[in-house]
């Protein structure tokens, strides 16, 4: 594993979600309560874009069958899907956003 620059901190809006690549994979990136934090952007259930989602406090809502993922975890907290997201760790170095993976 290793850190992986993926954008500017204040790239990163407080009310929805910022698709990131890194070596192709897709992660979504979110800022909750002014921490950011880093999912793998594939909902588990249907391939849609969960930064593409609607974000209600520290959840994400999957734009295509409505699946709720917690943001800070990537645990599933309603179906359809079944399967959490994987979560990456984050961290900010002179504003920038860098993602272990």
Do not use: N
Request: aromatic share 6%; charged share 25%.
């Amino acid at each position: 594993m290793s850190w992986h620059q993926v954008a500017q901190a204040d790239d990163v809006p407080e009310d929805e979600g910022l698709c990131v690549k890194i070596d192709g994979h897709a992660i979504a990136l979110f800022r909750v309560e002014g921490e950011i934090y880093a999912i793998d952007d594939l909902c588990s259930h249907a391939e849609a874009s969960l930064a593409a989602g609607f974000v209600d406090g520290g959840l994400i809502e999957c734009p295509l069958h409505q699946a709720c993922f917690d943001i800070r975890t990537g645990k599933v907290m309603t179906g359809p899907a079944t399967e959490d997201v994987r979560s990456y760790r984050v961290k900010i170095e002179g504003g920038a956003v860098l993602v272990e993976r």
